[in-house]
């Protein structure tokens, strides 16, 4: 995992620009893919908008890719809960 923390600044399909934060990135050995999780530092609901890409490793390409699949969503939601899990278990 590589928790360095970056920006990047992405523009949408309206012209609109907005810069993120990268959280972290981790590869997997189940779907053999990099991924990104990033923010905007927007809260919703009091938490922090966090959005998940797959992202070139290699740099070749700058595109984020939309996870698809269901298996590529619990591979993400399981690597943020085990985050969590050593985060809390860090802070007491």
């Known amino acids: ?3 360095k923390n ?3 600044t992405a523009k949408d399909d309206k012209g609109k620009i907005t810069n993120y934060e990268i959280i ?3 590869d997997s050995d189940q779907t053999h893919k990099s991924y990104v999780v990033y923010t905007d530092h927007v809260k919703e609901k009091g938490k922090e908008r ?4 797959i992202y070139d490793k290699t ?3 700058k595109e984020l890719i ?3 699949t269901e298996e590529e969503w619990n591979t993400i ?3 943020l809960s085990k985050l969590e899990v050593q985060k809390s278990e860090e802070e007491n």
């Open 24 to 26: 972290f990135k981790f």
């Open 77 to 79: 939601e399981a690597f």
């Open 66 to 68: 939309p996870i698809e």
């Open 50 to 53: 966090v959005y998940a890409n």
């Open 6 to 8: 970056s920006t990047f």
């Open 59 to 61: 740099g070749r390409s």
């Open 1 to 3: 995992m590589d928790t």
